[in-house]
């Protein structure tokens, strides 16, 4: 994504909370201006956007791509009886994957509005918002993000605001491995037309051309390769 | 000017033309709010051709200084 950004010449700034992550990008893109931030925490989101702020000034894009993919079905049975979804798991999910859209945009907005800028929100959603059997959080949240997409493009289109979403399909990516078997990653590649999972790079082209369509607004960009669910 | 204003305001705020004056501000209109007052700006934006600073929104709570502003930065006489 950063690439994709850097290649259309953009100014970028990324809010992480892997320090580790952060450092590695810094050394291969010097560039790209680095923030430690839980983007989960409410207060830590307000005081790095408020430094950001008070250094680069409002931001014109904002790209809500931080989330962490879960799975855990909300029953299970096993040996010992009937197991519930842990509600720890599941706050965690929502916060990482839709309260953190909420706290970003909310305090990135605001500044785009005190100082009338014009620009775009872009939601890295999920296809898994229409219902992923086994992951309970993660389709509620991205389901949320829809609808915070829907709800913010009315809000503030009128202001020179857009906001968009792009959901992507199955990718090829370190937490897809994680979260879902091998089975499950076969099985569901067989429900692609095209017989694969999607690349990283093909997802973040989907976000720079929703970014630069200046009428594309309050919808969800769907990039899954033709799934079939 | 003064009709040109109002009857924006009653267009946007979806109230009878007779009921606007100088005194009508946000807190005495229940539809009237931060959305419906969006709305309002951008309208009188497009209508009279400029961008608002926020700092002029925001004093903008009323007819009287919606008035006040657009006269300020010579839209209207």
């Not at chain 1, 010449?9 to 909370?17: H, Q, R, S, T």
């Not at chain 1, 009128?158 to 091998?182: Q, Y």
Request: net charge negative.
């Amino acid at each position: 994504m950063v690439d994709s950004l850097i290649a259309k010449e953009a100014v970028v700034a990324v809010f992480d909370l892997n320090a580790d992550g952060l450092g590695e990008l810094a050394r291969e893109q010097p560039g790209v201006h680095c923030v430690q931030c839980d983007v989960s925490n409410h207060a830590d989101v307000v005081m790095a956007t408020t430094l950001y702020h008070e250094e680069f000034g409002a931001a014109d894009v904002l790209i809500n791509n931080a989330g962490i993919l879960y799975s855990e079905p909300l029953i299970r049975i096993s040996g010992s009886g009937v197991e519930r979804h842990d509600p720890e798991s599941w706050n965690k999910v929502l916060a990482a994957d839709l309260s953190s859209v909420f706290y970003m945009t909310s305090c990135v907005v605001a500044k785009m509005i005190t100082t009338r800028t014009r620009g775009v929100i872009a939601n890295i959603s999920s296809v898994a918002a229409s219902g992923n059997a086994g992951q309970s959080a993660y389709s509620a949240a991205k389901a949320g993000v829809n609808a915070l997409t829907a709800v913010w493009a009315k809000e503030l289109g009128p202001m020179g605001i857009r906001v968009v979403a792009v959901a992507p399909g199955f990718t090829e990516t370190d937490s897809t491995k994680e979260a879902l078997s091998e089975g499950v990653l076969r099985e569901t590649t067989k429900r692609v037309p095209l017989r694969r999972l999607g690349k990283p790079q093909e997802i973040a082209q989907g976000v720079v051309s929703v970014l630069e369509n200046d009428f594309f607004n309050g919808k969800i960009f769907e990039l899954d390769g033709g799934l079939i669910v | 000017m003064d009709q040109n204003v109002e009857s924006l305001v009653a267009e946007v705020l979806q109230i009878p033309a007779g009921t606007i004056n100088d005194d009508l501000a946000m807190q005495d209109v229940d539809v009237w709010d931060s959305l419906k007052h969006m709305e309002l700006i951008v309208s009188l934006e497009e209508k009279f051709g400029l961008q608002l600073s926020f700092e002029e929104i925001v004093t903008m709570q009323s007819v009287g200084s919606i008035k006040r502003v657009l006269k300020d930065r010579g839209a209207v006489n």
